[in-house]
């Protein structure tokens, strides 16, 4: 579905007239709109008085009114955005024709891939290891898995997760070999694990 921006905050004081006043133009007899909520006259005073502050004589007053004014008419354009949102059902023509500007469409991120640069150091502290690995885009966080060494058949991982491309496992056995791997966790529930490395531990 699509969206359009209703946030005017990052626009410099020139840019918010500029694009108040396209959003005006491509809205008056936009026959999608017939009756829009707040109505466009509401949008064009705000716009109007907004304007006026702008052009006034600089000053702590002529300030504090124009940034009276920009709240004023980036309400009543966010208002309206809602309004135009909800009552286009998404449908990317009818809300181009708002001259309001379209959000970015979020592109799916998919499997995320095995990830790589994954090694193992000692710790600063007795009994523990440093895992890192190679930051993975679109990762929402990674888990570290983590085993005695060797491997075997009846081996149980126990893993932390962690918001990071890092990790400290602590309370592991000194002079014991540990084998670890990790994967990257997204929106796509497949996980590919990386090569498993092992370490001892000191």
């Known amino acids: 579905m699509a969206r359009i921006k209703t946030g005017f905050s990052t626009f410099t004081d020139a840019a918010l007239l500029v694009?108040?006043?396209?959003?005006?133009?491509?809205?008056?007899?936009?026959?999608?709109?017939?009756?829009?909520?707040?109505?466009?006259?509401?949008?064009?005073?705000?716009?109007?008085?907004?304007?006026?502050?702008?052009?006034?004589?600089?000053?702590?007053?002529?300030?504090?009114?124009?940034?009276?004014?920009?709240?004023?008419?980036?309400?009543?354009?966010?208002?309206?955005?809602?309004?135009?949102?909800?009552?286009?059902?998404?449908?990317?023509?009818?809300?181009?024709?708002?001259g309001y500007k379209l959000a970015s469409k979020p592109a799916p991120i998919g499997v995320l891939p095995k990830p790589s640069n994954f090694a193992a150091v000692p710790g600063d502290?007795?009994?523990?290891?440093?895992?890192?690995?190679?930051?993975?885009?679109?990762?929402?966080?990674?888990?570290?898995?983590?085993?005695?060494?060797?491997?075997?058949?009846?081996s149980i991982w126990k893993s932390v997760t962690e918001p990071r491309a890092y990790a400290v496992i602590g309370n592991l056995t000194s002079g014991q070999q540990y084998a670890f791997r990790a994967v990257a966790v997204g929106t796509d529930p497949t996980r590919i694990y990386s090569d498993e490395i092992s370490s001892f531990v000191l």
């Open 19 to 98: 694009e108040a006043a396209q959003i005006i133009t491509s809205m008056t007899g936009n026959s999608y709109f017939p009756n829009p909520v707040p109505p466009l006259s509401e949008v064009q005073d705000a716009y109007d008085a907004y304007n006026a502050a702008m052009a006034a004589t600089p000053g702590k007053d002529a300030t504090m009114t124009k940034n009276k004014t920009r709240a004023g008419l980036e309400q009543v354009l966010r208002e309206l955005g809602l309004y135009v949102q909800l009552n286009s059902k998404g449908d990317e023509a009818i809300l181009s024709s708002t």
């Open 125 to 154: 502290v007795r009994g523990s290891i440093k895992l890192s690995l190679k930051t993975v885009d679109g990762a929402n966080s990674y888990v570290y898995e983590y085993t005695a060494a060797p491997i075997t058949g009846t």
